[in-house]
């Protein structure tokens, strides 16, 4: 018995030694590569855009829109994971179709091994690449080269631009900042926006579906020259083999797929692929990687039969391959909500008053939006020149202008001050840089820019042009009343003013005339009289006048006795 027993545990003891020789040596994990499924000959290398374009159509690639956030499709809820088992041409294939709801935060394109395995050339399995990353769900990716390792096409993982085609077209599938799907052909520029610019892209080979209908044979002439219809590039379409796509459905909801397969053996081709995935109501879609690359990884283990074989030709083990596309619990984007918030349970909470956004990447002031007379801050409404408020609607008032409205106007006589400049608007009647001058005669209306139309060059009024003097109180033009009063006050005054002088000129003549005439008469007589009166003095003798001459102030003696002693009656 217990020779039995010591037996038992050397032969279960002997068995896991084999078993971890065979691991460590033979290596499980080391996949020989064998399941080959190219494209294009290794020996071709092929030049960007060999084929017409006018056969992709005059739209390179399609566009699909964001599907709007609601509440029956919140970021927390996983991806939609169904395995299946279908039949095609009466051949039985497994796989799993994967669908992903708000994919801008819930989907990356990864590096092999993480940020830098493209740079350095790492390849890695999905598994290896899959599980520090936390993907629930992981496909490989875009094409690599086996010899070297390099990731081919344009890979752009989380926002960081990884890889270049150099101008090389192949079928693109990719997320813009804003979340915009995008299938298709890509030109450099459009690869390098910078406006809407690519979160994630990677490059396939085969446009599978194109806005819901099947467009290998259009791929095939985009992508390849008319040379290889018959050759590699046919076969690598039309045989059967392990498969992998990626596309979105009429909801915008990501969809991955995959099918399990072994080239020439078992699995599906792409016109098989292209049919299935019209059935799930895809509607656009691109073909990544296949063959022994094909891998789906749930959870961090390994959910496909891989169809490389390990260096023990008993095991099958799945591929060290290049990109990995990866489902995950909702990341914020880009992960540091540009620098302006913080990023919790995968939705960026904007730091600040103004931040808005998924991103936290747009300033919004207010559904205003500073009322077209300011720039939105991260502080606020910075207002133009002239206007003020918290939303720049409001214009600088009570004689201010300038920057916060600080300056104040020099206007007078309600001239309008510009709110910017502070220029004076003058109302009529008023000129000057302050508007404190009145309108010379002869001009009138806003700064005094219109000349006067009255007659015989009359002054107006300054501010209506009225050719009325009613506005002047008692300005020295008194003489020119005749010529500026209204038309028929004009009339009537000038034929009273006509009246009125032929009477004062006949009645002040009359006048005068009169007055000569007395005047003449009292003359007259008042000079007969005097002589009259002389010469009855004279012949009474009472006295006789002689005409005094004086000479020094005294009278010569002479005259004087002689007239003393003859005429002076009164002498003693």
Request: charged fraction near 20%; hydrophobic fraction near 30%; include cysteine.
């Amino acid at each position: 018995m217990a020779t039995s027993m010591g037996r038992w545990l050397q032969f279960c003891f002997a068995l896991l030694s084999c078993l971890w020789e065979a691991r460590s040596g033979f290596g499980w994990g080391a996949s020989l590569d064998d399941d080959l499924l190219l494209p294009y000959s290794r020996l071709r290398a092929r030049s960007a855009r060999e084929c017409a374009r006018g056969r992709a159509g005059i739209r390179e690639h399609e566009s699909w829109p964001p599907a709007p956030a609601t509440p029956a499709t919140p970021g927390a809820r996983g991806p939609a994971v169904r395995a299946f088992v279908s039949y095609f041409a009466e051949r039985a294939v497994p796989g799993h179709l994967t669908r992903v709801a708000e994919p801008l935060r819930t989907f990356s394109v990864l590096e092999p091994g993480g940020p830098g395995g493209c740079a350095s050339r790492r390849r890695a399995t999905v598994e290896e690449t899959a599980r520090p990353a936390g993907c629930s769900v992981a496909q490989n990716g875009g094409f690599f080269r086996l010899g070297t390792g390099e990731c081919l096409g344009n890979v752009v993982s989380d926002g960081r631009p990884v890889n270049s085609a150099g101008g090389l077209q192949n079928a693109q599938f990719g997320i813009r900042r804003d979340g915009t799907m995008v299938t298709g052909y890509l030109s450099e520029e459009e690869v390098l926006d910078t406006e809407n610019p690519f979160v994630q892209l990677l490059s396939g080979v085969v446009w599978l579906i194109r806005n819901g209908s099947v467009y290998i044979n259009e791929s095939q002439a985009a992508e390849c020259d008319e040379t290889q219809e018959t050759g590699p590039f046919s076969k690598f379409v039309n045989v059967i083999s392990a498969r992998t796509a990626v596309g979105h459905d009429r909801k915008g909801q990501l969809v991955l797929f995959h099918a399990d397969g072994q080239t020439e053996q078992r699995g599906i081709n792409l016109w098989d692929m292209a049919e299935f995935l019209l059935k799930q109501d895809v509607v656009n879609a691109i073909n990544l990687d296949g063959g022994g690359s094909a891998t789906f990884v749930l959870n961090g283990t390994l959910a496909s039969y891989p169809s490389d074989h390990c260096q023990d030709n008993m095991w099958r083990c799945p591929r060290s391959v290049s990109t990995v596309v990866c489902v995950h619990e909702p990341h914020c984007q880009p992960p540091d909500c540009s620098g302006h918030g913080t990023c919790i349970e995968g939705r960026c909470q904007c730091t600040g008053l103004f931040w808005r956004g998924a991103a936290c990447d747009k300033l919004d002031c207010g559904p205003s939006n500073c009322s077209r007379h300011g720039l939105c801050t991260e502080t606020g409404c910075r207002c133009e020149t002239g206007w003020t408020g918290s939303n720049c609607s409001e214009a600088c008032t009570n004689g201010s202008f300038g920057e916060n409205c600080a300056k104040k106007c020099q206007c007078q006589n309600g001239a309008a001050c510009d709110p910017a400049q502070g220029t004076c608007t003058c109302p009529p009647g008023f000129t000057g840089d302050t508007c404190a001058q009145e309108c010379p005669l002869g001009w009138h209306g806003p700064d005094c820019q219109r000349p006067c139309k009255c007659e015989h060059q009359c002054p107006c009024d300054p501010q209506t042009g009225n050719c009325s003097l009613t506005w002047a109180p008692t300005l020295n033009i008194l003489s020119r009343v005749k010529q500026c009063l209204q038309p028929s006050e004009v009339t009537l005054r000038a034929g009273e003013f006509s009246l009125l002088t032929g009477t004062a000129w006949l009645a002040l003549t009359l006048a005068l005339v009169l007055l000569l005439l007395i005047s003449a008469v009292v003359n007259v007589s008042l000079l007969r009289g005097c002589r009259v009166e002389q010469s009855r003095r004279h012949l009474d003798g009472a006295y006789v006048y002689h005409q005094l001459q004086e000479m020094n102030g005294e009278l010569q003696t002479t005259e004087k006795e002689q007239t003393g002693d003859a005429h002076n009656p009164f002498k003693d």
